[in-house]
């Protein structure tokens, strides 16, 4: 069963806006991966945020997790046209801790 | 130098033919697996590999077998192609664990099956 899901499913913005993605889910889990998909490429790994870390920045990237309302969100700020992608969340679920993605939110980023 | 790497990118069959996907990671990692992503991008495990050890199979048709000949490879034959396998499969490496650890993703193989 899916264990992730992302909101909005697509999101477009100018360039230099802010985009916001949110991702819930449903068990416990001990960490949550976000990943990123451009256009009939691989995913590429961006952050991992362990349980008991409540925020954590890679450059223009935030992510934050709320383990109480089992969701998290991925702030890119200041963004550009190349960072027009899809955004997945994943994390680990049932006993073989198999990684579980959701469905993506699609970012379009327009010059 | 590519980390993870697929062969072929694209691959277009008539139903019924047997074929295979090959992936191979100079990363030095432990465990590698098998993900289909299909038409909506949805993005399923099938198999998992841990040091050539099948460590997770989800349910997917037998026809599909995942070799390891070493923990640099993992290879996906598909027997009896029918027009539902078409999508894009995704190699992919992580040093840990399933699910604790990074994944690192190869280019992908866009199947059709025709």
């Known amino acids: 069963s899916q264990q992730g899901e992302e909101d909005p499913q697509a999101l477009s913005i100018q360039e230099g806006e802010n985009a916001t993605m949110n991702c819930s889910y449903k068990?416990?889990?001990?960490?949550l991966q976000w990943y990123r998909q451009n256009s009939g490429r691989g995913l590429v790994h961006l952050i991992l945020?362990?349980?008991?870390?409540r925020e954590k920045h890679s450059g223009r990237l935030r992510v934050t997790l709320d383990t109480s309302k089992k969701s998290s969100s991925l702030l890119i700020t200041a963004s550009r046209a190349a960072d027009t992608a899809s955004y997945f969340c994943?994390?680990?679920?049932?006993?073989?801790?198999?990684?579980?993605f959701g469905k993506g939110t699609k970012l379009t980023v327009n010059p | 130098d590519t980390a993870v790497s697929q062969t072929p990118k694209y691959l277009v069959t008539q139903m019924g033919n047997d074929k295979s996907i090959k992936c191979e990671q100079n990363l030095g990692h432990d465990t590698m697996y098998w993900y289909k992503q299909d038409s909506k991008k949805f993005l399923k495990i099938m198999f998992s590999?841990?040091?050539?050890?099948?460590?997770i199979n989800e349910t997917v048709p037998n026809r599909f077998s995942p070799k390891s000949p070493d923990k640099a490879h993992l290879n996906l034959h598909i027997n009896s192609l029918e027009l539902g396998d078409s999508a894009v499969y995704f190699c992919a490496s992580s040093q840990g664990l399933v699910g604790t650890d990074t994944q690192y993703f190869g280019p992908g193989t866009r199947l059709t099956v025709l």
């Open positions: 590999y841990n040091n050539k050890e099948l460590i």
């Open positions: 994943a994390t680990p679920q049932g006993g073989s801790e198999k990684l579980v």
């Open positions: 068990t416990s889990i001990n960490n």
């Open positions: 945020i362990r349980s008991n870390e």
